[in-house]
């Protein structure tokens, strides 16, 4: 890239020269001369420096606020996908979590309903026993083959 100040000098330059060439005198050979031209070339040679060294600073300084803006892009990023798996791992936790309780849940109804079943069998027997024991009804019956037989008498005391 090609700034105002390096195009200015190189104007600079080319108008000298060419004055020089037109007015005849720098064709001669004198010392004097030649100092000038050497010191005028070391003069714009140090210029031409500092301006190339000028817009390479200045490219760096751009190329590292490039740098500075995408570094903080992927640390923006990345923040955004390390959020994105804690909320994909936090609801597969929940969904585990609900799973299990209805699980639970499911074995803890099922036993309850075995343990009411055998209570209801408990008083069932229970209350054939405790009606044996008063003498309300009396019987007997016996299982044979494929059919059950039954004798009930009922006493009423």
């Known amino acids: 890239m ?3 100040w390096t195009l200015k000098t190189r104007a600079m330059d080319t108008q000298n020269v060419s004055k020089a060439l037109a007015g005849g005198t720098c064709l001669t050979e004198n010392e004097q001369c030649l100092k000038l031209e050497k010191t005028a070339i070391k003069i714009q040679a140090w210029w031409r ?14 190329a590292w606020v490039i740098q500075c803006w995408w570094r903080s892009m992927q640390a923006k990023m990345l923040e955004q996908r390390r959020r994105l798996a804690l909320r994909l791992y936090t609801c597969q936790e929940w969904a585990v979590v609900k799973v299990q309780a ?7 109804r099922r036993r309850f309903l075995q343990a009411r079943q055998a ?3 408990i008083q069932s027997h229970w209350r054939w026993h405790a009606s044996q024991q008063r003498g309300l009804i009396q019987g007997r ?3 044979r083959a494929s059919r059950l037989e039954l004798d009930i008498e009922i006493l009423v005391t």
């Open 2 to 4: 090609i700034d105002k």
């Open 49 to 62: 420096g500092n301006m190339v060294r000028r817009t390479l600073l200045h490219a760096a300084l751009r």
């Open 141 to 143: 019956y016996e299982v």
């Open 119 to 121: 209570a209801c069998i």
């Open 102 to 108: 209805q699980v639970r849940m499911w074995q803890a």
